[in-house]
Structure formats: C-alpha cells, structure tokens
C-alpha cells in the first residue's frame, strides 16, 4: 500500500525526531579511574557513584588496592566530563553462629540462628549524596585518574 503525499510530512517529522534521538544518545564518555584510601590505606571493596547535577550517574565498583573504573552505560566507558558529586559506600558483612553445611543439617536446624551483621566501613557522610563532601571534575580532554581520600573522622 503506497503512502499518501499527505503523510508524507508526518513522515519527515518523525524521521527526524527519531534522527535528533538516537543521536543524544550517544556520549563523549571519558575513561575515569583511580584509588579510594581511607585513613591512607586502600578501601578493598565497594562502590563509588558519581552523580551530575542532571542525568545518569556513572558507577565504579571497588576491587582490590582500593581501584575503580567508572561505567555509566558499557562497562569501563567512563563518565561525561562536567562536575560530579561522588558517594562511597562500603560494607563489611559478618555471621554469627554455625552454617549448615549440608541439607541434612540445615532440615535437623543447624543454621537456623545465623545472624547476619553488617557494618559500614566508611562514615555516613561520605554514602550520603547530600552530605558527601566530594566534588570531582571530569575533564574533558587528558587522563582522567581521579584518587578519593576519605578521613574515619
């Protein structure tokens, strides 16, 4: 069935619509990286999250000797360059008592009493976007290695 020359404005609109669209999606991410420390020693775990002023914050999860590596939508792109407020959080979980180790033990109780603690290893502040005291800037050209150093007190 051929289009009418009356869609045919409809048509153009959204085609460019739909051309405007996908073109915002893209970015011009920057690779950012780097070490979160504690009292001068290397946060081992957790999560980092850089939040614009408006839009998609970008996420790094903490590995060993404190590195992160931001992702805002694939993994390791980075994050736009502009000015972020950045949150750090981490936990420590623990368990009291005897975990079952077979389905036996746990059907005959074992485990049933396990408690699960968990503990914040940094200060509320810092995991709290409206209290953190960090504001980083990506820049938008250059290497991008932006170290956290965070006080227990």
Known sequence: MPFST???PLQAVCCSFLMVSLTGCGGDYRQVSGVVTIDGKP????????????GRPAIGEITG???YTLTTI?????????????TVES?????SGRMASSLEEELSG???????????LVPARYSNRGDTPIKVTVKPNGLNEIDLVLESS
């Not at 694939?74 to 950045?86: H, I, Q, R, S």
């Not at 936990?91 to 368990?95: F, L, P, Q, R």
């Not at 074992?110 to 914040?120: A, F, L, P, R």
Request: negative net charge; hydrophobic residues 30%.
């Open 6 to 8: 009356q869609s045919r």
């Open 91 to 95: 936990t420590k979980y623990s368990a």
């Open 110 to 120: 074992v485990g049933v009493n396990v408690q699960i603690e968990s503990q914040s």
């Open 74 to 86: 694939d993994p390791g792109d980075g994050a736009l360059p502009g000015d972020y407020t950045v």
């Open 43 to 54: 946060l081992e775990t957790g999560r980092v999250k850089f939040f614009p002023e408006a």
């Open 65 to 67: 000797g404190g590195r």
